[in-house]
Nanobody, 125 residues
């Protein structure tokens, strides 16, 4: 079992940047594939990005692709989501998720076994 805690959210102006962190319990995060999701007010939860257990392959939804970067530091048991050129439509609660089975093409959006509590990202204009 793994526990996930997101941090790094906040209020930023359009065009600004934030880096979200997802701290995982245990001695290593490398046993889990990781994903980032978000849910905006009045919208369904959507996949944002994902990364394989080794960190060798990443996936992105169409909207944030080119602006967001997912990464991981297994030594720190932490996954990250670097968000650049933020837009008001990026405003949402962002969730970190983990799954024990690795991701392959076509599986990056789920299912996931563990979820964090979420961190609020608000982009003003």
């Amino acid at each position: 079992q793994v526990q996930l805690v997101e941090s790094g959210g906040g209020l930023v102006q359009a065009g600004g940047s934030l880096r979200l962190s997802c701290a995982a319990s245990g001695r290593t995060v490398s046993s889990y594939a990781m994903g980032w999701f978000r849910q905006a007010p009045g919208k369904e939860r959507e996949s944002v990005a994902a990364i394989t257990r080794s960190g060798g392959t990443t996936y992105y939804a169409a909207s944030p692709k080119g602006r967001f970067t997912i990464s991981r530091d297994n030594a720190k048991n932490t996954a990250y989501l670097q968000m650049n050129n933020l837009k008001p439509e990026d405003t949402a609660v962002y969730y970190c998720a983990a799954r024990t089975r690795d991701l392959i093409y076509g599986t990056w959006s789920g299912p996931y076994d563990y979820w964090g509590q979420g961190t609020q990202v608000t982009v003003s204009s």
